[in-house]
């Protein structure tokens, strides 16, 4: 039996009122929202540090142009982040419309 099988089995959801099940959806909506950003960020990571830092970090600092190479990669990783999100609330908008 897997966990959330012997969840299921500790709770009756069946007993929740509705403004329980609302709050435990938006609970729910908020933790995968956080994993979602969880992700991005560890990915951001991965990619920039793969990217910019090259040498071995001997004084606990990235170098300068690592440091910069770094920011510009987050930036870049950011604004494109930000333009596709734009774009998709655009196409949301429309079609509520």
């Known amino acids: 039996m897997d966990g959330s099988s012997s969840l299921q089995g500790q709770f009756d959801l069946s007993k929740l009122t509705d403004n329980d099940k ?11 929202q956080k994993a979602r950003i969880q992700q ?9 540090w793969t990217k ?22 987050v930036d870049r990783f950011m604004d494109a982040n930000m ?8 196409l949301r908008s429309e079609g509520m419309s």
């Not at 333009?83 to 655009?90: C, F, K, N, P, Y």
């Open 22 to 32: 609302k709050e435990l959806q938006q609970f729910i909506v908020n933790e995968s």
């Open 52 to 73: 910019c830092v090259t040498g071995r970090i001997a004084s606990g600092k990235l170098e300068r142009g690592e440091e910069s190479c770094t920011q510009n990669c």
């Open 40 to 48: 991005t960020v560890h990915s951001l990571t991965d990619i920039c």
């Open 83 to 90: 333009t596709v999100l734009r774009h998709l609330e655009s």
